[in-house]
């Protein structure tokens, strides 16, 4: 069974990843988001779909910071090894600080460090 694909992400390189929803034809820049420099390629990638998705909601969200970081210790969920992290976030826009949760899975980390070699 074909999945179909919900999310187009261009990732160029030498330049910034933009990601945008199918949900509402937003986009969301790597570059609209100060402090992104911090987080994985993985990372940066689930928070962009993140903020796409609050886009379509809200037209007027972003530019957003990166305000903190906090990666837990890996964990099994439904049988897949895990690593949870949580981003604060600030929309500078609308002066709103919230937090964006993930569960980085191992397949996606052994991924990453294979396409960062």
């Known amino acids: 069974m ?4 919900t999310n187009e992400i261009k990732d160029e390189p030498g330049e910034p ?9 937003a986009t969301v ?3 609209e988001v100060k ?4 987080l994985t390629p993985t990372e940066k990638k689930h ?3 993140q903020l796409a998705r609050d886009r379509v909601k809200d037209s007027s969200a ?9 990666r837990e210790n890996w964990r099994t969920i439904k049988a897949t090894l895990s690593q949870p992290v949580e981003i604060n976030v600030r929309d500078v826009g609308r002066d709103a600080l919230f937090q964006v949760s993930l569960d980085i899975t191992q ?5 990453e460090t294979q396409g960062l070699e």
């Open 2 to 5: 074909k999945r179909k694909v």
């Open 17 to 25: 990843m933009v990601v945008r929803s199918k949900m509402g034809e």
């Open 29 to 31: 820049s790597e570059s």
């Open 35 to 38: 402090g992104i420099e911090n």
């Open 47 to 49: 928070l962009l779909l």
């Open 62 to 70: 972003g530019p957003w910071e990166v305000v903190d970081i906090f």
């Open 107 to 111: 397949l996606e980390r052994e991924l």
